[in-house]
């Protein structure tokens, strides 16, 4: 099946800097990728749409200037989490949607676990 | 490596019971997910397992055996619904995610 792989897997930060999580798509190619966080026990909460090449399609409630996403290529798309603070440690997840006609299927990354101190 | 598998596609009759099976093999557990998904929607949060045994919640059970590396998901009195893909997930040693496919769950009147 298609592969999606994010960097890093785990990252511990200070409070006040900038985080960045890369999510590829190894074998395919994704128009369009879901960046989301999973908070314990809890259903993933799915923060922005990442489309190549436009700006990215944010949820209410998530702030964009705190959460920045670019989707530069057809099989990357980059979440930067900014200023972090230890609210923001979470599991956060991309999948990966394929540019193909009739696809209707998403492939999951393994998740980023960010701790912020 | 690690591999999760379940069958690609299931079908059901309202009303009936389904079991969607989960086999794994993962360098470590930390507990192993299922969730639920609609066509177009972001995966719902159905169960956690991390010890041996059954879990109820309502139409929905989950069970898992450690020492087999298996767990399954138990629909019961199925709707239409319940038409989706379910996803089992197990959280390994690193606190990574490994994925199954998916299995796609059709229901018929």
């Known amino acids: 099946g298609a592969v999606v792989s994010q960097h890093p897997s785990w990252v511990i930060c200070k409070s006040g800097t900038s985080v960045k999580i890369e999510c590829r798509s190894l074998d395919f190619q994704a128009t369009t990728m879901f960046w989301y966080r999973q908070f314990p026990k809890q259903s993933l909460m799915l923060m922005a749409t990442s489309n190549e090449g436009s700006k990215a399609t944010y949820e209410q409630g998530v702030e964009k200037d705190k959460f920045l996403i670019n989707h530069a290529s057809l099989t990357l798309s980059t979440l930067t989490v900014t200023s972090a603070h230890p609210e923001d440690s979470s599991f956060y997840i991309c999948s990966a949607f394929p540019r193909a006609e009739g696809y209707n299927e998403q492939f999951f990354g393994p998740g980023t676990r960010l701790t912020v101190l | 490596g690690q591999n999760i598998d379940q069958p690609t596609e299931m079908t059901a009759t309202e009303g009936a019971i389904v079991q969607i099976n989960c086999t794994y093999q993962t360098s470590g557990f930390n507990g192993l997910f299922w969730y639920q998904q609609h066509a177009g929607e972001a995966p719902t949060f159905l169960s956690y397992?991390?010890l041996d045994g059954l879990e109820e919640k309502g139409r929905f059970s989950s069970f898992l055996s450690r020492s087999k590396g298996y767990s399954y998901l138990l629909l019961k009195e199925l709707q239409m619904k319940d038409s989706a893909s379910y996803l089992c997930?197990?959280?390994?040693?690193?606190?990574?995610?490994?994925w199954g496919a998916g299995t796609k769950l059709i229901i018929k009147p």
């Open positions: 997930a197990v959280l390994d040693s690193n606190y990574q995610l490994i």
């Open positions: 397992n991390v």
